[in-house]
């Protein structure tokens, strides 16, 4: 059984709008990030004297690892706090891979600081390498707030840890999610002893104030955005589970109820965490996108069965309380530039791609969707798809394995034979992350600029 949800008149208006392309702020964003770690480091060397021996070489390189550990730490959980701004002007993939390479850097700057300060401490009181451990020791019983922010870089040994790739698959996502949020704990535990053992600070008082408003901010912004926000939202919204309806085998529709959903400001392409207050499912939060434009009374979303919470959305009764975050992510129609478009999907990446083939704005003609699943049984909302192709005379295309299992070509020649002006669309990619790799370097072969090719890719 299919379900078919239009979009109402929301949805007929934004096909009218012209294209207007929202420039991505990534590039300012990094070079103001670099202008920061310029800033500590000009902190640390103004604050230097000169270095006459080994021992002052090992301090301060202490010194200045431990500074830009810090400032790290706060950018860590700024990409933690869903600003609007990053997740929807940057994307939440990319703010995702920020957060991810910050916190390798942090977690590497923080083993040098305390490796490197432990030692210049133990050649300041006669002691050698040999001796580290002890003087670790003696300096977290001796030394004030050491033992909190022993405790926080335990904290982010284990989350980084867990957040390697070979031990994060074999660990639940819940799991995962919840212990990764023992971050906020880490920096606040960590915070102290930077200011009441680090030097720059004791001398500098001004030093000491933007750091205050550096972690100030970044607190106020969580508080703001990752608490207040989604209580704010789902008190006004009060969403509860209206349907669930199988549209395909292992792929279920969730259409969601609530009041005034337009007013969430959600977009297709978008995505909301997603919290169903049902036994078992309560504590557990995941990212599904949009399968259709949201409607003033009802949003949904369609799910493949590929681990416990998504086998367990089937299960969902009418009348469940829904508790949501979001909108998250910029794969929306702001970021088209050109009067033609291709949508790709593989698999279940066809949610948000059957939103945004619905909405895009575009003639007929203007708009092409390809639709990558293993079989024509798992061509999930097909129906919708064709419905949507013969009203807005636009094309939609499907590729399936062969009877005998070969998987269909979907080369630079091929998207080239298919579409021949391919090198003048924008592209939206949502599917796998070997898809949309192998995809991408399609596109990139058929002459389409990386400018030009939208995709958010998650690994979960």
């Not at 590497?108 to 006669?126: D, N, P, R, S």
């Not at 009441?196 to 004791?202: L, S, Y």
């Not at 006004?236 to 549209?247: C, G, K, S």
């Not at 279920?252 to 207050?277: D, P």
Request: proline share 5%; glycine share 10%.
């Amino acid at each position: 059984m299919t379900t078919t949800l239009a979009g109402g008149r929301a949805a007929r208006r934004q096909t009218m709008r012209r294209i207007r392309p929202r420039r991505s702020p990534a590039t300012l964003l990094l070079l103001a990030v670099w202008a920061g770690a310029a800033g500590v480091l000009w902190l640390w060397w103004a604050n230097t004297p000169a270095i006459s021996d080994n021992n002052g070489r090992i301090l301060n390189a202490g010194r200045i690892t431990g500074l830009l550990a810090g400032y790290l730490m706060a950018l860590v959980v700024l990409q933690m706090a869903r600003v609007p701004a990053l997740e929807r002007r940057v994307g939440s993939d990319r703010v995702a891979r920020w957060h991810a390479m910050s916190g390798r850097y942090t977690l590497c700057l923080t083993v040098a600081h305390v490796f490197l300060i432990m030692w210049g401490y133990a050649l300041q009181a006669g002691k050698g390498l040999g001796d580290i451990v002890q003087q670790t020791m003696d300096s977290i019983n001796q030394l004030p707030d050491m033992g909190k922010a022993a405790i926080g870089t335990g904290l982010l040994f284990v989350i980084g840890l867990m957040s390697i790739g070979p031990v994060r698959r074999l660990i639940p996502y819940d799991t995962w999610y919840h212990v990764h949020l023992l971050t906020y704990a880490a920096v606040f535990l960590t915070f102290w002893h930077q200011l009441t053992t680090g030097n720059e600070f004791a001398v500098e008082p001004a030093a000491k104030t933007v750091w205050y408003g550096l972690y100030g901010t970044v607190t106020a912004l969580v508080i703001w955005y990752r608490i207040l926000t989604p209580i704010r939202l789902n008190l006004r919204h009060r969403m509860r589970v209206e349907a669930v309806i199988e549209e395909t085998p292992g792929i279920v529709s969730v259409l969601i109820g609530g009041r005034k959903l337009h007013r969430m400001g959600a977009e297709a392409g978008q995505f909301f965490r997603w919290r169903f207050l049902a036994p078992g499912m309560r504590f557990s939060s995941h990212p599904y996108s949009l399968s259709a434009a949201p409607r003033p009374d009802m949003l949904r979303i369609t799910v493949k069965a590929i681990g416990d919470h998504s086998e367990r959305l089937r299960e969902l009764t009418p009348g469940t309380r829904v508790w949501a975050e979001g909108p998250y992510g910029a794969l929306t129609a702001a970021r088209r530039s050109r009067g033609k478009v291709l949508l790709v999907a593989g698999g279940v990446g066809i949610t948000p791609m059957r939103a945004l083939f619905e909405t895009l704005p575009g003639a007929a003609g203007d708009i092409t969707l390809l639709y990558r699943a293993n079989s024509t049984q798992d061509l999930a909302l097909w129906d919708e798809l064709a419905t949507i192709a013969d009203e807005r005379g636009a094309r939609l295309m499907y590729a399936v394995n062969s009877p005998d299992g070969e998987r269909p070509d979907i080369s630079a020649e091929r998207l080239r034979q298919k579409l021949p002006d391919i090198d003048d669309h924008d592209v939206f990619l949502c599917g796998p992350p070997g898809f949309a790799q192998s995809v991408y370097e399609a596109l990139r072969g058929a002459g389409v600029p990386a400018r030009r090719i939208h995709h958010e890719s998650f690994e979960m």
